[in-house]
C-alpha cells in the first residue's frame, strides 16, 4: 500500500537547469526525509523536516533546498543540476515521535542530467 | 563518525540455498540496527528491525542477528526463492541523531530458479 506518493517519475534535463521534485505522505507523519540514491545503488541522507522544522541537513551543495509547506508535504529543488546529481531521489516518512522509527519510502523520482 | 559497512554486493544462489549477509557499525551512540529490502522499481521497505534488547528479530522467512561484541549483524534465511530477488540494506540509527537512518551500501541478491 503505497502512502509515500512521489512525482515525477523521471524527470530528464540539461546541465544548468532548475528542477523541482515534490512529496506528499498520508500516513500522518511529523518527519519527512530526502535521501538520495547513486547509480552504485548508495543510500545517502540529504535531508529531513520535522513539523516543517529543518533538523537534518548533511553537507549537501548549495543548489539543493527542501521545501515544506506542511507536514504531509517535503519537496526538493535543484538550482542549476549538474550532472553528478543524476541520481534517484527517494522521499521518505516517520511518525517523527520517537527513537528509531520505521522510515516509509516513495518509488523515487529518477533524474538524469545530460 | 556513524557508519554501516556493507561488504558483499552481490550475491547469486539458486533456489533453496542458504542466505547469509553481514554488516558492520561503527558509532559512539547507542545503536538501533535494521534491514530494509527494495525490490526493482520501488523504494526500500523495512524488513526487519533488530533491537539490542532481543538481539534477533524475524519476518518473512528472515532471521537478523546482532553480536555487541564485534559490533556486527547479520541477515540470513534458510532458504531463499526466486521472489527474494531485491536489494537488501542493514543500517543503523543512534542516538542522538536518532532521525538519521545510516544505510549500508546494499547487497543485490539474485536467486535463480
Known amino acids: 500500500e503505497t502512502a509515500v506518493f512521489q512525482t515525477p517519475n523521471y524527470h530528464v534535463t540539461q546541465v544548468g537547469n532548475e528542477v523541482s521534485f515534490n512529496c506528499k505522505q498520508t500516513?500522518?507523519?511529523?518527519?519527512m526525509y530526502w535521501y538520495k540514491q547513486d547509480s552504485k545503488k548508495l543510500l545517502k541522507i540529504m535531508f529531513s523536516?520535522?513539523?516543517?522544522?529543518?533538523?537534518v541537513n548533511e553537507t549537501v551543495p548549495r543548489r539543493f533546498s527542501p521545501q515544506s509547506s506542511d507536514k504531509a508535504h517535503l519537496n526538493l529543488r535543484i538550482k542549476s543540476v549538474e550532472p553528478e546529481d543524476s541520481a534517484v531521489y527517494l522521499c521518505?516518512?516517520?511518525f517523527g515521535g520517537g527513537v528509531a522509527e520505521t522510515l516509509y519510502f516513495g518509488s523515487g523520482t529518477r533524474l538524469t542530467v545530460l | 563518525g556513524d557508519s554501516v559497512i556493507q561488504m558483499q554486493g552481490q550475491v547469486t544462489l539458486s533456489e533453496n540455498d542458504f542466505l547469509f549477509i553481514n554488516c558492520t557499525y561503527s558509532?559512539?551512540?547507542?545503536?538501533?540496527l535494521f534491514w530494509y529490502v527494495q525490490y526493482s522499481g520501488e523504494g526500500p521497505q523495512l524488513l526487519l528491525q533488530?533491537?539490542?534488547?532481543?538481539n534477533k528479530g524475524s519476518s518473512r522467512g528472515f532471521e537478523a542477528t546482532y553480536d555487541k561484541g564485534t559490533t556486527s549483524f547479520h541477515l540470513q534465511k534458510t532458504s531463499v526463492q526466486e521472489i527474494d530477488s531485491a536489494v537488501y540494506y542493514c543500517?543503523?540509527?543512534?542516538?542522538?541523531?536518532?532521525?538519521?537512518?545510516?544505510f549500508g551500501s546494499g547487497t543485490k541478491l539474485t536467486v535463480e530458479p
Open positions: 521518505a516518512s516517520s
Open positions: 500516513l500522518g507523519h511529523d518527519t
Open positions: 523536516y520535522n513539523n516543517k522544522q529543518l533538523i
Open positions: 558509532t559512539t551512540g547507542y545503536p538501533t
Open positions: 533488530v533491537t539490542t534488547a532481543n
Open positions: 543500517a543503523m540509527s543512534s542516538m542522538p541523531n536518532y532521525n538519521v537512518l545510516y
